[in-house]
């Protein structure tokens, strides 16, 4: 069985692609489970085979303890982790090729908090597990916005330690010269250009992210299906080292 995190913004379009990607593999002849770790949606266009709400309920949470929706996110995620046990439990039962883990947007939980990391690894640490990271097209086709969503991708690559995949999603929303200049900007020259003026620390700064963490990210459209194949090569090089879906032996490259 092998892991799939899906994670990113708020909206950056997680809950499609989940859907989507499952529709996909299961298109391929995978079983493909889903889990849902969004304590605070109210509905959902999958029926999700784990549900964190069957163990908490954001809105309980903001209601009783008088919170608002980020900090309710972190104590629902410390709520869970209380019933660790029970959850280890249920996903014991989960048999299936793939499963997808559907994220809450509150991305703070992932890129800063140790319980993120604790709920990713209850769910997966006896499987071999990658993370998709979301840059929302809509906030990435600014030159300042992708460089900030790169730093996001780092912090949560850092945090919890899994291979990661960076996807450009809902590139159906890009204008062909837009998704040009996003897709060029992996080469980080052409990104440093694109952010303009800059005082030397912040160039300095811009040059280290890009040295460090800039990659062309795989553009993708849940919705019309652009750029699914190549999504999915990639994530078969990650988890089966390019093998087909059964090799679900430990890779050695890893
Ligand atoms: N055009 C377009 N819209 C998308 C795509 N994926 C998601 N969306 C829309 O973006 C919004 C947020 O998507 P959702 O999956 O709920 O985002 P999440 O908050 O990250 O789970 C919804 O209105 C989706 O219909 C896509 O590939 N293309
Ligand atoms: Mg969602």
Not at 161 to 176: A, H, M, R, T, Y
């Amino acid at each position: 069985m092998y892991f799939i995190f899906v994670t990113g913004t708020a909206g950056s379009g997680k809950t499609v692609l989940t859907t989507n990607l499952s529709y996909y593999l299961s298109q391929a002849g995978m079983d493909v489970a889903i889990a849902n770790l969004d304590p605070a949606v109210d509905s959902l266009p999958y029926v999700p085979d784990f549900d964190i709400r069957r163990y908490v309920e954001a809105s309980d949470i903001m209601r009783k303890f008088g919170l608002g929706p980020n900090s309710s996110m972190i104590a629902s995620a410390d709520m869970a982790l209380a019933r660790a046990t029970e959850i280890k439990e249920e996903m014991e039962k989960i048999r299936a090729n793939y499963v997808i883990v559907d994220t809450p947007g509150q991305i703070e939980l992932f890129a800063y908090r140790n319980s993120g990391r604790m709920l990713i690894w209850l769910l997966a640490e006896d499987f071999k597990a990658m993370n998709i990271f979301l840059l929302d097209s809509f906030l990435a086709k600014e030159a300042r916005s992708y460089l900030s969503l790169l730093l996001l991708s780092s912090s949560i690559k850092f945090r919890i330690g899994l291979p990661q995949l960076n996807v450009l999603s809902k590139v159906d929303l890009l204008s062909q010269q837009e998704l040009e200049s996003v897709m060029s900007w992996g080469e980080g020259d052409e990104l440093i250009n694109a952010l303009g003026t800059l005082d030397d620390s912040s160039y300095e700064l811009a040059s280290s992210v890009v040295q460090y963490a800039s990659t062309s990210p795989i553009p993708v459209s849940a919705t019309t299906g652009m750029g699914m194949d190549s999504l999915y090569a990639h994530i078969q090089r990650i988890l089966a080292g390019g093998e087909d879906y059964y090799t679900e032996e430990p890779n050695p490259n890893l």
